[in-house]
């Protein structure tokens, strides 16, 4: 065991020096950031234009005193209801032939002082008001016209209504419902990161046996060292990967998007419950990743890697899929299953630790995740050496006559 163990690591030295220090580490750091770019870009363009959309401009052609006074009820109205609720208002002079103005601003293209952007105009007086749009524009938003003419025509000094408040802890209801979004969360950002660095490991192992590399090893190190100091080489690595991605995020988010909800506190507490994650993640990507090396171990071309890692990968999906739809049916037998199948099991664990306070059920989860990735490092070792490890021709055959044939 001890000398299993130090193999182990002069693999995994071996490995994480190669692809820290390769330039291709440093275009797969900056891969993720990529879409985050982009997607903070997006999200700033569409609040910009979900302003422009859900705030529309109504030009308001009254007399000085009746414009101003609405004006003033709009501001005094915003800061009870929000500004998203009412419409912007620009005040415009009325002229002589005022329904000749109004057709001028709405129906003429870069009419009026702000070049046709106003949606409806209000005309007339408080006693005649009369709205001037689209049919769908002036019913959307005449019933918050009539409030703003309705304030402006009541006694401007009048104080506004205080409501008495009466403030109790957290429902239990409204308590699970926060803790339910965090564990949906939480199991989300655990698949992406499981998927998007996993399927290193079974490149690194079919580029190591296309270049003969894999059996120099073999030769001087046991099969089981070779694939548990890869596994642990990769995860080293994933996590340089997620620390650096956290720092840019973390940065870009303080800096474009300070004003981001945060997520509900898990009922384990955020120290523990980052822990776990932490922990959850090491298995999910050692059982994920022991697969892919039995499919590594398999394989010979690029192409064999390729039609094997796409079931795996699908299996994969279907196997989040369950972890998601059992998040809300804690206790019921379909969660308890999802809580034991192993590939399932840190996805499940994982969205339990945001609900439930008990901390017994992850140490046995964590410790039946452990031996089920060393069973199947073991079975892949095993596939390797009958496969792969023999002299002859043995790699030349197919994937399903070398699966099924037994070494000589």
Do not use: C
């Amino acid at each position: 065991m001890k000398e299993l163990i130090r193999s182990a690591f002069v693999i995994a030295r071996r490995d994480f020096a190669a692809i820290i220090f390769s330039k291709a580490f440093f275009f797969f750091l900056l891969g993720p950031l990529f879409p985050l770019a982009i997607g903070i870009a997006a999200g700033g363009l569409g609040q910009q234009m979900a302003r422009e959309i859900d705030q529309p401009l109504v030009a308001v052609v009254l007399p000085a005193d009746e414009a101003i006074a609405l004006t003033a009820a709009h501001d005094r109205l915003a800061t009870q209801i929000g500004q998203r609720r009412l419409p912007e208002l620009r005040i415009v002079p009325p002229q002589a032939d005022v329904p000749a103005q109004v057709a001028s601003m709405l129906v003429r293209k870069g009419g009026g002082e702000d070049g046709g952007k106003y949606i409806a105009a209000l005309s007339g007086s408080f006693d005649a008001p009369l709205l001037t749009g689209a049919a769908e524009d002036v019913q959307r938003w005449q019933g918050e016209i009539r409030l703003l003419i309705d304030t402006a025509r009541s006694a401007s000094d009048t104080p506004p209504v205080t409501m008495a408040t009466d403030i109790i802890a957290d429902s239990e209801g409204a308590k699970a419902k926060n803790q339910l979004l965090t564990a949906q969360a939480s199991q989300v950002v655990l698949f992406l990161l499981t998927m998007l660095l996993a399927g290193m490991v079974l490149s690194n192992l079919v580029e190591e046996k296309t270049n003969k590399i894999i059996e120099i090893l073999a030769a001087a190190v046991p099969i089981d060292a070779i694939f548990i100091g890869k596994l642990f080489a990769m995860l080293a690595m994933a996590f340089i990967g997620i620390a650096v991605w956290i720092t840019v995020g973390a940065f870009a988010i303080q800096t474009f998007g300070p004003g981001l909800p945060s997520l509900p506190v898990p009922a384990i507490g955020w120290p523990i419950f980052i822990l776990l994650a932490f922990l959850y993640f090491s298995m999910a990507y050692l059982l994920l990743g022991s697969l892919f090396l039995g499919i590594g171990a398999m394989a010979t071309t690029v192409r064999e890697v390729q039609t094997l890692s796409m079931p795996v990968t699908m299996a994969q999906l279907l196997v989040f899929g369950l972890a998601s739809y059992a998040v809300t049916k804690l206790g019921e037998p379909i969660e308890v299953f999802a809580a034991i199948f192993p590939l399932s099991s840190p996805f499940a664990m994982l969205a339990r630790a945001a609900q439930l306070e008990s901390i017994w059920p992850h140490l046995l989860a964590l410790a039946w995740q452990v031996g089920w990735a060393i069973l199947i490092v073991r079975i892949s070792a095993s596939i390797f050496k009958r496969n792969v490890m023999k002299s002859g021709g043995g790699t030349k055959q197919g994937f399903f006559k070398r699966l099924f044939t037994q070494p000589n």
